[in-house]
């Protein structure tokens, strides 16, 4: 098992000022997915930077090729809204509830 980071940048700088409804969609089919993530445990957290500037993911799976694979597959990256990449990761510090 091991973490994985995937960092998302919007396609363009002022994408959150701008956003039309289409791209709103996509966000929200983005958020949904990563919901899906969080029910199977392979999500460990995500968010956006309040500036709009990019997004992390932080995924715990069995390899790079299926963190990849969950990358690849984000709403946000299939429809372009997004670019991605992956980087191995580990949590050290996390407070716990």
Do not use: W
């Not at 956006?48 to 990849?68: H, K, M, N, W, Y």
């Not at 670019?83 to 050290?92: D, E, G, M, N, Q």
């Amino acid at each position: 098992m091991g973490e994985y980071l995937y960092k998302l940048i919007p396609y363009r700088k002022d994408f959150i000022d701008t956003i039309t409804a289409e791209e709103n969609q996509i966000l929200s089919e983005h958020y949904s997915y990563l919901e899906q993530l969080l029910e199977t445990k392979e999500l460990v957290l995500a968010g956006p930077c309040l500036d709009g500037s990019l997004g992390i993911v932080i995924l715990r799976t069995q390899s790079f090729e299926r963190a990849e694979s969950l990358m690849n597959e984000d709403p946000s990256v299939v429809k372009g809204v997004m670019s991605a990449s992956l980087h191995p990761y580990r949590v050290s510090l996390m407070q716990s509830e």
